[in-house]
């Protein structure tokens, strides 16, 4: 098994340019997240999705969009990159049932720097 | 919104010694998770708590739900235990977690 995988692991923008970040799982986890850390703050959470075809806002949704492709797939969108957008983006996974914790598993991380 | 601390920040510690690191926060969670960070940056779960005490290996956590509070230990460690420890916590009602600043732990030869 592959866990959660990411791509790509780094990448560097302009401002106003768009990309979008992939993450997969393979664990047939109900669940995904998308977290970005930034230096001196924790990981805070952007975007989830606890089923297939759900997504919902994190405590930092602002210039992101995402999509819950399939179960396996939960990906990023920058529309149009800013600075503040610089961060090592982190996309996780958990089997996930409502009212439930479960274990998370985190990718290896996409450090995006946008100039 | 829950406010998650850890203390300290930064510890270094000669090796062999016993550590502890803590978190505290402040609304009511259904579950606890301490996380570790390698300098590489991946994330590993190390241990998901909603009361109680878990072991594996060297490492120990515990977890007091009246006080808000959850301990983590590293018994006899070693240089290899160097990384950053993350408190996180889901909160009540809530399906992502809340997590704290780190722990960043140096342990020296």
């Known amino acids: 098994n592959a866990g959660v995988t990411q791509t790509p692991k780094f990448q560097v923008l302009k401002t106003g340019q768009s990309m979008t970040l992939q993450c997969a799982q393979d664990?047939?986890?109900?669940?995904m997240y998308w977290y970005r850390q930034d230096p001196g703050m924790g990981l805070r959470l952007i975007y989830y999705?606890?089923?297939?075809?759900?997504?919902d806002k994190g405590e930092v949704p602002n210039g992101y969009n995402v999509s819950r492709l399939n179960k396996r797939e939960f990906s990023l969108r920058l529309e149009s990159a800013a600075p503040s957008q610089t961060s090592v983006y982190f996309c996780?996974?958990?089997?996930?049932?409502?009212?439930?914790?479960?274990?998370?598993?985190f990718g290896p991380g996409t450090r995006l720097t946008v100039t | 919104k829950n406010e998650v601390e850890q203390s300290p920040q930064n510890l270094t510690a000669q090796e062999g010694e016993f550590i502890t690191i803590n978190c505290s926060y402040s609304?009511?969670?259904?579950?606890l998770h301490w996380l570790q960070q390698h300098p590489g940056g991946g994330i590993v779960s190390l241990f998901m708590?909603?009361?109680g005490k878990k072991k594996h290996g060297r490492l120990i956590a515990t977890i007091n739900i009246q006080e808000k509070h959850s301990s983590l230990h590293i018994t006899a460690s070693h240089p290899r235990d160097s990384a950053v420890y993350i408190c996180?916590?889901?909160?009540?009602?809530?399906?992502?977690?809340?997590f704290g600043k780190g722990t960043h732990l140096i342990i020296q030869p």
């Open positions: 996780a996974s958990s089997e996930g049932a409502a009212g439930l914790s479960y274990e998370q598993y």
């Open positions: 664990m047939n986890h109900n669940s």
């Open positions: 999705s606890a089923s297939e075809g759900t997504t």
């Open positions: 609304v009511g969670i259904s579950a």
């Open positions: 708590l909603s009361s």
């Open positions: 996180a916590v889901r909160s009540l009602g809530a399906d992502g977690l809340t």
